[in-house]
T-cell receptor, first 112, second 115 residues
């Protein structure tokens, strides 16, 4: 049971470069989420997708875009990376409604 | 706006102790509350999910309780072991925004269990 899989696990970018973080889940969940975790700030929601074909902004969406490619996959794109986007990024998924959320292992991103 | 607070921020105990981690939230209109464990450099592992209609949930040596009216949840760990050392996070859905699973997290309790 793979659960939620994120790639890559580690990445170093130069300021201004772009990249896409990939996330896939094999639990047939409808909802998917992207969070970032920063020391002293905890986990904060970037974007979420309540179901295939829909996306919406979370608490800290600036500088990011997302694509819900299909029911399994939800990607997060940084168009022009900034040092402030240095963080650990987590993808999560859940069934729609009052259900348990499952998280991936994270992507550690450093922007220099 | 919902806010989640966890006390204590850090805890160090000898092996074998029973311990309680606390989580409080400001808006009692929650659908559920979830407890997670995070090991250093790793992702979040779901431990327990308590629905708003439940008072407690148990999994092995873990027991989580929920008191919506007072805005509190506790995670009880029985007979602690060094392998329990991790950061424990609680989270509630942002019900005000209508998103069942847009989770709002506490800052976590960092637990160290020493032999």
């Amino acid at each position: 049971n793979a659960g939620v899989t994120q790639t890559p696990k580690f990445q170093v970018l130069k300021t201004g470069q772009s990249m896409t973080l990939q996330c896939a889940q094999d639990m047939n969940h409808n909802s998917m989420y992207w969070y970032r975790q920063d020391p002293g700030m905890g986990l904060r929601l970037i974007y979420y997708s309540a179901s295939e074909g829909t996306t919406d902004k979370g608490e800290v969406p600036n500088g990011y875009n997302v694509s819900r490619l299909n029911k399994r996959e939800f990607s997060l794109r940084l168009e022009s990376a900034a040092p402030s986007q240095t963080s650990v990024y987590f993808c999560a998924s859940s069934k729609t409604g009052k259900s348990e959320a499952f998280f991936g292992q994270g992507t550690r991103l450093t922007v220099v | 706006k919902q806010e989640v607070t966890q006390i204590p921020a850090a805890l160090s105990v000898p092996e074998g102790e029973n311990l309680v981690l606390n989580c409080s939230f400001t808006d009692s209109a929650i659908y559920n509350l979830q407890w997670f464990r995070q090991d250093p450099g790793k992702g979040l592992t779901s431990l327990l999910l308590i629905q708003s209609s439940q008072r407690e949930q148990t999994s092995g040596r873990l027991n989580a309780s929920l008191d919506k009216s007072s805005g509190r949840s506790t995670l009880y760990i029985a007979a602690s072991q060094p392998g329990d050392s991790a950061t424990y996070l609680c989270a509630v859905p942002d019900a005000v925004s209508g998103g069942y699973n847009k989770l709002i997290f506490g800052a976590g309790t960092r637990l160290a269990v020493h032999p």
